[in-house]
């Protein structure tokens, strides 16, 4: 009889326990009570109670733990599952490495996916692109390097979804900080693929992000080849020290950007010069000042994005190094400049689109969940049947292990908790 009362307490500790702050994972978000809704003047029974709409009542599901529990438990399952089989297929490699790709392509998007599927149907975020109505059938029909503006914490998933919505998700790279690589699942994922990481400090980077690049020449799929020129996520204080930056290199100032490294991106275009086609030069913002967050997404909030995207042949970029260079920081000139009229009229120029939504994401993650959890609720019951307390103890010690595992790598995506590249320690270092 004890049993399930303890598990049941147990629960309910844990839900309490991923709701609120804990030191050194991020902050929780707390549902709080639900909001009044007022009377309509006709028909309503204005007695004194509360009614709660059946929107509010699907909000308050959305933001409960138990479903915060399942998306985990299939995420990390399912990711677990996936790397274990990326491991095997190393084998494959030196007989047949375009196959090898292939099937961890497909691999890679059963992981991404998922998270793809929380902000387009769990969520529901609309996003609308905002393009030149002659480049849009090229999107997705071509490889790309991708250049977004880095300022808000699920920008990386717009990203990805942008990939998804023309059909590339699971070939699509980015260059990403090093220490990724030893996050488990995404990152794990990510060697796979043939991701590009880097140190942020050139000297080493030189030589191993080009060889990266090289190795995509001949890749088999179609990709997006996702940049953040800024190197990090912007915040006032790194971008105070940022222009402090421009003005001691006689560069004009932004308002709504930091200063862009140039020569990530010129080793990119030199690398993948031929290869790719054209370059997109992807502006983000979110309407009503919208702050969205990855755990925003999981309590299932919904956001409005708008995306603004040209597409920029990759012949005229240039060629040279310092060319490039100059290049690159008009872009962004010119992407501040987009960001201020948004920032005064609430819309991007060229016409509004939004790509259907492909159903696959959806698929994939019913797949798994129909897989995984009947094994697991019945791992559950036969637990509490057992009565044994250890047992019991261990089950609970998994699972706060693994909710605070999930919110560490949620925190990962905070901008509070960004990397100190462009600080004041790092301003030194500050260098194209």
């Known amino acids: 009889m004890c049993a399930p009362l303890c598990l049941s307490l147990v629960i309910s500790l844990l839900g309490w326990i991923s709701l609120k702050p804990l030191e050194g994972v991020g902050a929780f978000l707390s549902p709080g009570p639900p909001p009044r809704w007022p009377c309509s003047a006709v028909g309503a029974r204005c007695l004194g109670e509360e009614r709660i709409p059946s929107m509010d009542l699907v909000a308050l599901l959305k933001s409960h733990f138990l479903c915060h529990l399942i998306f985990c438990y299939v995420f990390i399952a399912s990711g677990l599952i996936i790397n274990t089989i990326q491991l095997f297929t190393l084998l494959l490699w030196p007989v047949n490495k375009q196959l090898f790709r292939k099937i961890n392509c497909r691999l890679s998007y059963c992981v991404s996916?998922?998270?793809v599927m929380l902000l387009e149907w769990w969520s529901g975020t609309?996003?609308?692109i905002y393009t030149d109505p002659r480049a849009y059938p090229k999107y997705g029909q071509e490889n790309a390097i991708v250049v977004l503006n880095h300022k808000f914490e699920i920008d990386f998933l717009c990203g990805w979804s942008l990939a998804e919505r023309f059909g590339v998700l699971g070939g699509s790279k980015v260059l990403a900080k090093k220490e990724l690589a030893y996050v488990p699942i995404i990152g794990w994922m990510w060697y796979f693929t043939e991701m590009v990481f880097c140190t942020r400090k050139w000297e080493?980077?030189?030589?191993?992000?080009?060889?990266?690049?090289?190795?995509?020449?001949?890749?088999?799929?179609?990709?997006f080849f996702l940049i953040h020129c800024e190197g990090t996520r912007f915040t006032e204080k790194k971008h105070q020290i940022s222009m402090q930056v421009a003005q001691a290199?006689?560069?004009p100032s932004l308002k709504h950007h930091l200063l862009p490294r140039t020569k990530g991106f010129a080793v990119t275009v030199r690398s993948l010069r031929n290869v790719v086609s054209a370059v997109y030069d992807c502006t983000l913002n979110f309407r009503n000042n919208e702050n969205p967050t990855l755990l925003?997404?999981?309590?299932?909030?919904?956001?409005?994005?708008?995306l603004y995207v040209r597409r920029i042949p990759l012949e005229e970029v240039p060629e040279e190094e310092d060319k490039c260079a100059a290049w690159l920081h008009k872009l962004y000139q010119e992407k501040d400049a987009f960001q201020e009229e948004y920032s005064r009229t609430g819309t991007f120029p060229e016409t509004p689109v939004v790509p259907p939504r492909r159903p696959w994401t959806l698929v994939n993650w019913l797949f798994w969940a129909s897989l995984l959890l009947y094994p697991f609720f019945r791992f559950v019951v036969n637990m509490v049947?057992?009565?044994s307390s250890l047992t019991l103890a261990s089950f609970v010690l998994v699972f706060f292990v693994a909710s605070v595992g999930v919110r560490w790598m949620i925190g990962v995506t905070e901008i509070d908790k960004g990397s100190a590249y462009g600080n004041v320690d790092s301003k030194q270092r500050h260098s194209d």
């Open 113 to 115: 996916s998922q998270l």
């Open 126 to 128: 609309e996003c609308v």
């Open 204 to 223: 080493q980077d030189r030589k191993t992000v080009s060889e990266s690049l090289l190795h995509l020449r001949d890749y088999p799929e179609k990709y």
């Open 249 to 251: 290199k006689g560069l």
């Open 296 to 306: 925003g997404v999981l309590n299932g909030k919904k956001y409005h994005a708008d």
């Open 385 to 387: 049947s057992s009565g």
